[in-house]
């Protein structure tokens, strides 16, 4: 019987804690590994279709199916986490946890292929982005555009 109270009274305070966003479910942090994975490249400064074929491959977004669009930012972590900190935007969802930058990129476009031979054209810019942001503190979740 005083197990299952201690074991209620800690479920209680797990749920409290959550609630007000003093403990982060775990989703957050793989979102923001996701992110990264899927739109960050800190080393290079590609912008060719021999550079989008070679990252599009390495980074799987070639299997189970061709990824029609991909965008690389050329920047170091912490710089993209900073346009966290930017005033909010509406996402295309509807959300208002967006926030835009400006940055260098690559946009990789599919061209033709199949899945694990996908064909890439890049095109290298500075531009704005607009990124998706979640979690304390907040860290880039989801490339908007």
């Known amino acids: 019987m005083a197990l299952q109270k201690t074991l209620s009274l800690l479920l209680l305070l797990l749920v409290t804690l959550l609630g007000l966003g003093l403990v982060q479910p775990s989703y957050g942090q793989s979102m923001y590994q996701r992110f990264q994975q899927q739109h960050v490249d800190t080393k290079q400064k590609g912008s060719t279709s ?19 669009f991909n965008t690389f930012i050329h920047a170091d972590i912490k710089a993209i986490n900073n ?63």
């Open 83 to 145: 346009i966290c900190r930017n005033s909010n935007i509406r996402c295309k969802n509807g959300k208002m946890n967006c926030h835009k930058g400006r940055m260098k990129v690559t946009d990789c476009k599919l061209t033709a292929g199949s899945p694990g031979n996908c064909k890439y054209k890049g095109r290298g810019s500075y531009r704005s982005v607009v990124i998706a942001c979640d979690g304390k503190p907040l860290v880039p979740v989801h490339f908007d555009g």
């Open 50 to 68: 021999l550079y989008c074929n070679k990252m599009m491959q390495t980074q799987g977004m070639m299997r189970p199916t061709c990824k029609q």
